[in-house]
């Protein structure tokens, strides 16, 4: 069913990066056989995210790190500043080059990461997949090395016009940063012939710009994008994070980082539904998509309902069968907002840790609860 879902999706991809979407086809195909026969074991991951830095510096309103609700902005310094150093993070890479999943770059802001052009160059010697989401503030600077570094996708967080992005993100003059950054790329970009990097725009959805989505339209037009997203917001309520502590216990894990995004959507579904509607009619040169792609009866139940449970989709989570999530303290987790360790890559390499017992048992136990209770708004669900 998810797979349906998406399909749109998918064939977007297909028509820009044909090899690459057919690789994730197959590898999504062997991570359904392990789900159901591994055993708790799963293949090599389709996709490793390295969380390079905590540190932002932004303060979206709505984020979960650093937002009016986040969780890192809470944390000791120390924890802010840990980082794993350009070698660790190559070392990583030369332990996964052999099956060559897709690398993400995430943070907190990942372009602070001091080296992190020297990574993606890294990774583009080791011929991956490497797609970096960024909120765009140091593109203007790094254009040139950006798009020389070989970088494939390049996921931009753009949340409305000029005057509302940077209400929302606390900046005035990022807006206009970003654009003259993205015309820099597209300028270097056409000088070398170059498809690459792609321009994704990611819009989160939220009480802020749910009205006005429609400027996204332009702003996608002017940064001559070649796909907009828009996410829907990620919120929990305080009876889900409850919940979520009678499994935290079974797993002696904390799932606290969710308190983040503890926080009413205020969100009208009607109006939220006619632009949907408005906005899919339009054609452009650049692919339009809502994730998760819901209809209206999802969209209120998603939104309004506290018990809300995605019983149009699969039900079932796969994502620790597909992808690694590897934290600035070495850890790799099967989940952003879970202190659940597979292992820590300072003292084993990564595909002892991808299977290693802690891994196995956690997808044990995920498969005979097909999902936990925070599970229910993360978008991962939704993917697969
Ligand atoms: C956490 S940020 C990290 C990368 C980078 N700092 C950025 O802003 O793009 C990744 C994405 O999550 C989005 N985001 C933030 N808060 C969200 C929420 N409550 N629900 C859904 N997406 C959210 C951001 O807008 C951004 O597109
Ligand atoms: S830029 Fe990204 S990480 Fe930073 S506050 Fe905004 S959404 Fe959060």
């Known amino acids: ?19 690459y979407a057919l690789s ?34 932004l303060r979206c309103k709505m984020c979960g790190q650093w937002g009016e609700s ?86 931009v967080s753009l949340d409305g016009n000029a005057a509302l992005h940077n209400e929302i993100r606390g900046m005035s003059g990022l807006f206009e ?26 819009c989160t959805i939220t009480k802020y710009n749910y009205r006005y989505l429609e400027q996204l339209l332009d702003v996608a037009n002017e940064a001559r994008a070649n796909s907009l997203t828009f996410h829907n917001l990620i919120f929990i309520t305080p009876e889900i994070l409850n919940r979520q502590k009678e499994f935290d216990k079974v797993l002696s894990c904390s799932s606290s980082d969710w308190q983040g995004f503890a926080f009413e959507p205020e969100i009208d579904v009607e109006i939220l539904h006619q632009k949907m509607k408005d906005i899919l009619k339009t054609k452009h040169n650049f692919s339009i998509d809502f994730y998760p792609n819901f209809s209206y009866a999802e969209l209120k139940d998603y939104y309004g309902n506290p018990y809300y449970h995605p019983r149009q989709y699969s039900g079932r989570c796969l994502s620790p069968w597909i992808v690694a999530y590897v934290f600035p303290d070495g850890h790799v987790r ?12 300072k003292e084993a390499n990564f595909m002892k840790i991808w299977n290693s017992q802690e891994a196995i048992r956690f997808r044990k136990i995920l498969k005979e609860n097909k999902i936990f209770p925070a599970c229910v708004r993360c978008t991962e669900l939704y993917r697969y």
């Open 1 to 19: 069913m998810t797979l349906f879902r998406n399909f749109n999706r998918f064939f977007n991809k297909f028509l820009r990066q044909p090899g």
């Open 24 to 57: 994730v086809g197959f590898k999504r195909l062997r991570a359904f056989f392990y789900y159901y026969f591994g055993k708790g074991k799963s293949s090599y991951p389709e996709a490793v995210t390295l969380f390079l830095t905590h540190k932002c510096n």
């Open 70 to 155: 986040g969780v890192t902005k809470k944390q000791s310094i120390q924890f802010i500043k840990e980082e794993l150093s350009l070698q660790q993070l190559q070392s990583i890479i030369d332990d996964v080059s052999t099956f060559k999943p897709n690398i993400t770059l995430f943070g907190g802001e990942p372009l602070i990461y001091p080296h992190c052009i020297d990574l993606i160059k890294y990774i583009k010697q080791k011929k991956m997949h490497c797609l970096i989401i960024t909120n765009g503030f140091l593109l203007e600077e790094l254009a040139q090395d950006i798009v020389e570094s070989g970088l494939d996708e390049l996921n």
């Open 177 to 202: 940063k970003i654009m003259q950054g993205l015309k820099r790329i597209n300028i270097l970009k056409a000088e070398r012939k170059s498809r690459t990097p792609f321009i994704n725009l990611q």
């Open 334 to 345: 099967p989940c952003l907002n879970s202190t659940y360790s597979f292992g820590n890559v």
